[in-house]
Each structure stands twice: as C-alpha cells, then as structure tokens.
C-alpha cells in the first residue's frame, strides 16, 4: 500500500510541474536514471512535446536532455519528421548536427563558453554514447570528456563524484539498475531534489530484491534436483554467474518467471560446453550433435550416460519453455527453439574440431561462429518468445537462419570481442578455446589487436543504437533486453586479477 500511495504522490507532483520545461524533463530524466519509469508512462509520454520543444534550445543542458530523451523514447531525431509507432508529429528537420551546431564554432568545434557547465556537459556527454555514426557526437565526447576530466578536482565533493562515475561508466552503456544506485545517491546529496521520487526509488529496489532472493532459491532448488554437477564432475556449478545473466538483461517484476526459464538455458549452454571442451571425445561429440537435430529422446540411447542425462535436461526445459510460450501467448515454437540448439552445437563442434586438427581458422571464420558459441542468440531466441514476440514475423525472420539479425548479433559479437580482449575467457564459457586477439596477432605480427577490437566494439554499439533507435524493426521491449546484454558486457569486465569488481558489488545490491 506504500509503494502505491508513493506512486499516486509522484503522479501528483508530475502533473502539478508542467510549467517549468527544465522541471518537466528534468524529472522525467530523474524516473529513468531511479527505474521507476514504467509506472509514470502516461505522464512520460505528454512530456514529450515538451523535450521536443526544448531540442532547439540555445541552453546546452536543455537540448541536449531533450534530444537524448526523445530519441529514447523512440522518436527520430534524424529525419525530416520527428515519428513515433503509429503517430506523426510535424517539426522541422532536426537532425543531430542541427541540434548541435548552434553551440559550435564555423569549424565544427565545441566553443570553449560551454566548457564551463558541467551539467550541460554531463548531458552532452551522455548523448555522445547514443552515436549512431553522427560526426557531432564523436566530437561532443571528445570535447565532454576532456572538460569534464578537468574540471573534477574543482567541483563540491557530491558532485565530482558523480561526474567520476559518470565518466567511469557512461549512462547509456551502463546497467540502469546499477546507475541508479549512485543517482540515488547524488540527489540524496541535494536538499532541492523531490524526497517522493527517492522513497519510491528506495521502495522499488527493495521489493526487486526480495524478488530476485526468491527466484535465485527456485533456481537453487532445480539445480539441485537435476543432479548433472554430480553426473558430470567436470561441470561448473555457477548458479550466480548464470543468473547474472538474465537478471540484469531482464528487468521488471512482471518478468520474473522468464528470468527463472533463462537461467536454466543458460546452465545448460554452459554444461553443453563443459562436454565439449573438457569431457567428451570428438566421436561422441559428433553423435551428441547429430542426437540433438533428431531432437528425440531415443535417439541418445547410445550416448554415453552423462550426455543422456544432459540431453533429458535440456529437451526438457525446451519442451517447457515451448509449452509456457503456446499457454501465454498462442505460439509453439519448438520448431525455431531445437533449431537454434542444432546451430549451437554445430558450432561448438566447428570450433572443437578446429582445435582437435590443430586448425587456425581465419579472422571473419573464427568471429562468425564464435557470435554463436556465446550462446547469447539461443539464450535471447528463448527470451524474445517468452515474451510473445513471434520471430516468423517478416521483420524477424532470420532469427533461426543463417543470417543474425543486428538485434542478436551485435550483443553477441560484442560479448565475444569483449572477453577474448583480455586472458579471462568468455563470460558464458570458459573452454579451451582459442581467442580473436590471438588469432589477430597471427595474423597482424605487432598490430594492436586490442585497439582493433575496441574499434569493432564501438562499430557494433553503432550499430545496436542505429538497430535501437533509427530502424526499430523490433518492440521497443526486444531492444532493451538487447542493449542489456550489451551493457552487461561492456561494464562487467575483468580487472588484473581475473576479478570482476564491479559485478561482485552489483550482486551484493541486488540480492543480499
């Protein structure tokens, strides 16, 4: 009842600022970095007229808060008109050099007034990680960054703190939940800041938290209950890790039994690899696959016990999950689902193979079958069914075909570039395989293998947000879970000593 009643109190004092333009997007700017968001979609969206107001500002915070909420929100900010789904909103052209320009010299360059206001600043930066290959915004990080640096040490103590982390883990290519955090904070910090927005905040993260206890001891209780730890010695027993995954991909209450469903298909994708890398021989490896395109429970029957009982488990849930999808949603798509699996597991054996004849394969080979053995397309075909989305839709009909859509791949690609960077292996995986910064020292004797991947990385960010905002060939739902998992890579990596501080802190937020 007090979570409601602060809701209602928030709607309230929403619909009682919708003077002040700096007020009405600066609040929603507020709901979004706490996550509370969705219960204030209404009032999100009449707000709207007002962020594309303020787009042709001459204030560098007012228009650039508005241009990074509007393209958020899903309008395009880069056509002749501003559209959103169904409806047409008639503006002048807009694009991002327009809403830019006026606060740059005839050169192109930031002028040096704005380089002074750090809030402006701050938002100039934050639209810089929204770049969907616009020259204006790799100039607008490299001119944000450098004053921002700069000018911490000079900053009241709150602030500059925030401005460090902001730098440190830019909100666009960051987790919300783990931004919101240190939002929550910051305004804590300012006696001018709405208390109803923080107690609402501070409310929503602890009934997120006793949800997510629940659902790590369902997931605890089937882990235990399938027993293929103790059948299979050489498999890793990590319920946590897995469960990161679709924790922080999947966000909302109304999700939890999805979050519970991913997790195990995740578990399985990572048993699968254990045998693969570290079990089986390359025979039995080959009858496993062949096993599991006939998709029969039969057909295991000449497999060695261990793989029966993973292929039991993973036919299992597969079948459930096909099942929990025809029930909410009126699709069965165990067609697209088995398929998927039958694409996994042929490339596991492309890369096992490879390692088994001593083969190095060339840059493209490694990297187009590696994005599959992240396992990520099979984990988010799975999600975006759960969902209701129906991938035999003409925008989505390559989700079981040789092509992955930029939805998929992007994400996946940057998951895989992203762990073979450094020695720890994949986030998913930790076999034996061999990595891309290896193969392009091989191939590139002295190049710099890390600054090439970095630059593919970003290539791909481009191009998710170009997926995210300028296409949208998806819901708006599909590319969240997308630019999660992308996010989720990129802020969760290793330090120097195989560690990942950043999520052993996350973990701690959410479930203890």
């Known amino acids: 009842m007090e979570h409601q009643e602060g809701v209602k109190s928030v709607k309230a004092m929403l619909h009682q600022n919708q003077k002040d333009k700096r007020e009405v997007v600066t609040n929603i700017d507020h709901l979004k970095r706490l996550c509370i968001d969705h219960y204030f979609q209404d009032e999100i969206d009449e707000a709207m007229n007002t962020c594309l107001d303020l787009v042709h500002s001459d204030d560098l915070l007012d228009a650039t808060l508005s241009f990074r909420l509007v393209r958020e929100a899903g309008y395009d900010v880069s056509a002749g008109r501003y559209t959103y789904h169904t409806f047409t909103l008639v503006k002048a052209l807009a694009n991002t050099n327009e809403v830019l320009r006026q606060f740059a010299d005839v050169n192109g360059d930031y002028r040096l007034d704005h380089s002074k206001d750090t809030k402006g600043l701050l938002s100039l930066q934050d639209i810089s990680n929204l770049n969907m290959g616009e020259e204006s915004l790799y100039k607008a990080r490299e001119f944000s960054r450098k004053h921002l640096t700069s000018a911490i040490e000079h900053l009241e103590p709150n602030l500059g703190r925030y401005v460090r982390q902001s730098l440190d883990h830019p909100y666009h290519v960051s987790l919300m939940q783990y931004k919101a955090r240190h939002h929550l904070s910051y305004m804590q910090s300012l006696s001018s800041t709405n208390t109803g927005m923080q107690e609402l905040a501070v409310a929503e993260f602890q009934l997120n938290k006793l949800l997510n206890q629940r659902e790590m001891q369902e997931i605890k209780r089937w882990w235990m209950g399938l027993g293929l730890a103790q059948e299979i010695p050489a498999t890793r027993d990590q319920l946590l890790k897995w469960y990161m995954f679709p924790l922080t991909i999947v966000e909302g209450q109304a999700f939890s039994r999805y979050r519970i469903e991913t997790t195990k298909i995740i578990s399985l994708v990572s048993i ?5 890398d570290v079990v089986a ?27 029966r009982s993973c292929y039991s488990a993973l036919y299992t849930i597969t079948n459930d999950i096909a099942d929990l999808v025809e029930r909410e949603h009126g699709l069965y798509p165990m067609d697209q689902l088995k398929k998927a699996w039958a694409t996994l597991l042929d490339a596991f054996l492309v890369e096992s193979k490879w390692l088994s004849a001593n083969q190095v394969p060339s840059l493209d080979d490694y990297l187009s079958n590696g994005v599959i053995t992240t396992g990520a397309p099979l984990a988010l075909l799975h999600l975006f069914f759960m969902v209701g989305h129906d991938p035999t839709t003409a925008g989505s009909a390559n989700l079981i075909s040789g092509h992955i859509p930029a939805i998929i791949s992007c994400p996946s690609k940057i998951l895989r570039l992203w762990d073979d960077m450094g020695s720890a292996k994949h986030a998913l995986k930790e076999g034996l395989d061999g990595s891309y910064k290896n193969l392009y020292l091989k191939e590139n004797p002295g190049g710099d293998a890390e600054g090439h991947m970095l630059g593919l990385i970003k290539s791909e960010w481009e191009e998710l947000n170009r997926e995210c905002f300028s296409r949208r060939s998806y819901p708006s739902i599909l590319n969240q879970f997308s630019l999660n998992f992308a996010r989720m890579v990129t802020q969760f990596g290793y330090d120097d000593e195989q560690k990942r501080p950043i999520v052993e802190d996350y973990v701690k937020t959410l479930l203890f």
């Open 272 to 276: 699968v690899d254990d045998i693969f």
């Open 281 to 307: 021989t390359q025979e039995e490896l080959s009858r496993f696959t062949e096993a599991i395109k006939m998709w029969d429970l039969a057909a295991a029957d000449s497999l060695p016990s261990y793989m």
